[in-house]
Each structure stands twice: as C-alpha cells, then as structure tokens.
C-alpha cells in the first residue's frame, strides 16, 4: 500500500514506541501532560515533542482547561491504520473459518471412534 | 453440516516487528494442533477461499522443513516454507515461515520470520495464538501488506462479477 514517507503521516507517527505508550493512556481518557510525564518516564519536553507528533497528524486532539492543556486520543484519525490490518486480519478470519469445517469433522471422527455417542 | 463459526481473528501488532494473530476454536487443543500439522488437513483450511492449496509437506520434527503451495483463484501460485525450531505436541510449535516471492532476493537466515504458535485449551475450546516475529519494521509492514494486496484481489474479483451479472 502506498503511503506518504513523512512524519505528517499517521502510520509513522505510531512507529515510534512511547508515542504508542501515550495512545494506550490516553484511550483511557482525557489527561494533562503533567500525567503522562511520570507514566513515560520521560522528560516534559520529550513528551510534549510526541504529542506535537500525534497532533500534526490528528491522532491527538488538545483543549484548553484553565491553565492547563488536556490531551484526548482521536480514534477517528488512526482510521487508515485499522482498514490496514483489517485486510490482514480478514485473510486469517477467511483461513480460520475453513479451519472450523475441518475441526468440526475431526470432532465427529473422534466421537465415532468413541461410540459411545 | 455447517461449522459453528467462533468469530473473526484478532490481529494486533504488539512491537514493530511483531504480529500477533489470535482465534478461539470450537475444539479441544489436541484437534487443532492436528488440524495445524496434518497436511491432507492444512490442505483443507490453509487457502481459505483464496485459492486451493497444491501441495503441503510437514517433516515434523526439530529442523525438519515444511512447505504450502497454494494456486490462487486468478491462477497464479503462492508459496510458503520455513524450518520447525520448536516442537511440544498439542501445545507449542516454533518456526520459520519465508514467504517465496518471485525474483526476490532470499532473506538472510537471521532475516527469516519466526512464527511462535501456542494451543491453549480451556473448557474443551482453544485459543490459538500466532505471533510472528520479524527482525524489521519493513518486513513486518510487507507482512501486514499482503492482507491488503490479496483483500484488493478480492473486490476486483467482486467488481468483476459484478460488471459481468450487468453485462
């Protein structure tokens, strides 16, 4: 699948792993920078750099709380990333479903050889 | 007779260079280890309605080789082999799996995609899981990439009958 090979892109902005990290929280709810600090273990710029990241490509979205800035995941934005997995992950469904008739008859087999049933 | 179908697959990618593929079975552990290592039965599921699959040899035995060769409905060829590393009947099996493309150069050994199956039986149903472990983000990205190539095959395909039924 062809994708855009800048960071402006949702598939990289995910690359990274501590980026992922604050995802994960943040399917949690809604949270302050000064939450996610102590559960990264990173510095305050460091986080604040990842989230920059998430916003650009709208996996973040941040609003405004008194004096401080709440960050929320945007589901909507990690769309593409889903669809792609999808097709991967429909291959195996396919695969696995044919798997269910063969196991069905090894069933029956085993409850022939039993005959008790 | 219809098979009790016990839903879709989950597909996760844990790291960036792993895929974890997960599925509950209406069976005991043992059955679907059978059904995973008997090849007149891989023959039956391991296409899924993609193709047919040709042939399917399994030396089970640590080193031994296997290798699927399945023709795609559009009448080209897919194949797949690899190398068991590690082998606990009914419960656990390690090995390679390399996709063979056409004209590709071969992976290098330490390159090869390590594919980590675990059986897992609770109240006569088992939870199959399928991590597969690759050395690269790239080559995890290929793997992934291929549901779509083959997805995208389909609604052609779809489109095609489609188009056909209007003609």
Known sequence: MARAATTADVFNAVAEPRRRQILDVLAGGERPVNDLVPLLGLAQPQVSKHLRVLREVGAVDVREDGRQRLYRLNGHALRPIHDWVKAYEDSWSERFEQLDVVLEDLKQKEQGDGGSE | ?167
């Open chain 2, 1 to 167: 007779m219809a098979a009790v179908s016990s839903g879709t697959a989950t597909v996760t990618l844990p790291t960036d260079e792993q895929i974890l593929i997960t599925r509950e079975f209406d069976a005991p552990k043992h059955l679907v280890y059978k059904a995973w290592t008997t090849p007149e039965l891989v023959k039956r599921w391991w296409s899924g309605r993609r193709g047919a699959v040709t042939l399917a040899e399994i030396d089970l035995r640590v080193g031994g080789q296997w290798r699927y060769v399945m023709t795609a409905n559009e009448g080209f060829e897919v194949a797949f082999h690899g190398e068991f590393r590690e082998i606990v009947e009914n419960e656990r099996l390690v090995n390679t799996e390399i996709y063979e493309m056409p004209g590709a150069p071969p992976l290098a050994p330490e390159d090869e995609p390590v594919n980590i199956i675990t059986f897992t039986e609770e109240d006569g149903r088992t939870t199959l899981s399928v991590l597969v472990q690759t050395t690269s983000k790239e080559l995890r990205d290929m793997i992934v990439d291929s549901g779509m190539e083959a997805g995208m095959q389909e609604s052609m395909d779809a489109l095609e009958e489609v188009a056909v039924s209007l003609g």
